[in-house]
């Protein structure tokens, strides 16, 4: 079983949708990220939490939420979709304050 | 503001070259630099993890260098193969404020390796 798990793989839905994205993980790491890459770019970070009780801004958080339900889980949310959000939307976890990200498979979202 | 630059954008190079790809950087404070592949419609997958006090790392075909200073990393690939065919994402992993451990990508390299 994959360490880091997105649910769903895919969604396709229309503007004005509430959305959720989930995110669970195995690897007991405190630290969670939500991205976004849209095609021809890199990574741009929505929202991270360093535990369940701290949560942060990223470069581009406007338009989202978050929830940190628990350790192992870390939901993204689209308050109102909107077809500009049209995205591959990426999980990532890390147990230390320095060292690698470990990634999940990705969710890849449009919005008509 | 960290800022991580990918060059060339595209590489298409024919089976059995020898391969250099490119990554700046214009902030010094790092923690790391990092190298990721990523296939089409697929998630990262970590390929090299150069600590800031290290000048570079090695797995089996491949080679990343970093030089700090200059804010410069390259990832060199020997004997590419046509399995080689993907993205590659250079990221930072930044040393400031509220934003340590976060990682800044580049837009990546699309590499295609002809047989």
């Known amino acids: 079983d994959a360490d880091v798990t997105q649910t769903p793989r895919n969604r396709i839905t229309k503007t004005g949708k509430r959305i959720m994205l989930e995110c669970s993980q195995t690897?007991?790491?405190?630290?969670m990220y939500w991205y976004r890459q849209d095609p021809g770019l890199g990574l741009r970070l929505i929202y991270y939490s360093f535990d369940v009780k701290d949560i942060n801004k990223g470069e581009i958080s406007d338009g989202y939420s978050v929830s940190r339900q628990a350790q192992a889980k870390f939901s993204l949310s689209l308050e109102s979709a909107i077809p500009n959000q049209t995205a591959l939307y990426f999980c990532a976890t890390m147990g230390q304050a320095v060292g690698p990200q470990h990634f999940g498979d990705g969710t890849r979202l449009s919005i008509l | 503001k960290q800022e991580v630059t990918q060059i060339p954008a595209a590489l298409s190079v024919p089976e059995g070259e020898n391969l250099v790809l490119n990554c700046s950087f214009t902030?010094?404070?790092?923690?790391?630099l990092q190298w990721f592949r990523q296939d089409p419609g697929k998630g990262l997958t970590s390929l090299l993890l150069?600590?800031?006090?290290?000048r570079e790392q090695t797995s089996g075909r491949l080679n990343a260098s970093l030089d700090k200073s200059s804010g410069r990393s390259t990832l060199y690939i020997a004997a590419s193969q046509p399995g080689d065919s993907a993205t590659y994402l250079c990221?930072?992993?930044?040393?400031?404020?509220?934003?340590?451990?976060?990682?800044?990508f580049g837009k990546g390299t699309k590499l295609s390796v002809k047989p």
């Open positions: 990221a930072v992993q930044v040393n400031y404020g509220g934003s340590q451990g976060n990682l800044i």
């Open positions: 150069i600590q800031s006090s290290q």
């Open positions: 690897k007991g790491h405190d630290r």
């Open positions: 902030d010094s404070a790092i923690y790391n």
